[in-house]
């Protein structure tokens, strides 16, 4: 039996947040612990209501989600946020990203996507709505188009990009290789130092522009 995983939505929408809390409520590992209709409502309500993941919109009033992710996950460094987008969102998702989001999700997800989503990230992955791929690849990163000269990866590099596009943690892929979880993390290191990314989720953008990886 999976671990209870708390979460918390926040979004400024009560009939979206009850009609995302009833989809959790099937997952019997899932435990809503709060919502929240802005980010300041939910950083007042993180600091007495511990939880593990937070599905989070990016554009609300009084204070958006971005500011709130960087809140939160400055005061709280082990939090995993997963953004809620639409996709007339795009000028908000490079903010959300460099904000330390784990993931994004398009705001007409299904229970199997929220379940595959949530266990995904609880496990130390990042997750995105396959609707987003082909949107982040085109839309992400712009200024890599400037470089002249490509990035070269090595083949363990791209090995482990592989990996992390189809969700895997840090330790699943140190398994699936046979190498320590540190390496993973060197390998990860490297490759934001090279791309100039921020974000492992920025990494991913970029390595699905350049065609680095298979989806």
């Known amino acids: 039996m999976k671990e209870i995983i708390k979460i918390i939505i926040v979004d400024d929408h009560e009939i979206?947040?009850?009609?995302?809390?009833?989809?959790?409520?099937?997952?019997?590992?899932?435990?809503v612990v709060g919502e929240a209709s802005n980010g300041q409502?939910?950083?007042?309500?993180?600091?007495?209501?511990?939880?593990?993941i937070v599905l989070m919109d990016i554009e609300m009033?009084?204070?958006?989600?971005?500011?709130?992710?960087?809140?939160?996950?400055?005061?709280?460094?082990?939090?995993?946020?997963?953004?809620?987008?639409?996709?007339?969102?795009?000028?908000?998702?490079q903010s959300m990203m460099d904000a330390g989001v784990k993931g994004f999700l398009v705001k007409n997800i299904n229970k199997d996507t929220l379940d595959k989503a949530i266990s995904c990230v609880a496990a130390g992955g990042n997750y995105f709505s396959e609707e987003l791929f082909n949107f982040f690849a085109r839309k992400l990163n712009p200024k890599?188009?400037?470089k002249k000269e490509a990035i070269q990866f090595t083949s363990r590099e791209k090995e482990i990009l592989q990996?992390?596009?189809?969700?895997?943690s840090n330790k699943d892929i140190a398994d699936v290789l046979y190498i320590s979880v540190r390496t993973v993390i060197g390998?990860?290191?490297n490759m934001l130092a090279k791309t100039g990314c921020k974000s492992t989720i920025s990494l991913l953008a970029y390595a699905l522009k350049n065609k680095l990886i298979i989806i």
């Open 16 to 31: 979206f947040r009850t009609g995302l809390k009833m989809v959790l409520n099937k997952l019997r590992y899932v435990k």
């Open 41 to 52: 409502e939910f950083l007042d309500l993180i600091r007495l209501t511990p939880c593990d």
């Open 61 to 93: 009033p009084v204070m958006n989600g971005i500011d709130a992710t960087t809140q939160a996950v400055k005061e709280y460094p082990e939090l995993k946020v997963i953004a809620l987008t639409m996709f007339t969102e795009d000028d908000y998702i």
């Open 144 to 146: 890599e188009d400037d």
């Open 163 to 168: 990996l992390l596009a189809e969700g895997l």
């Open 187 to 189: 390998h990860k290191s």
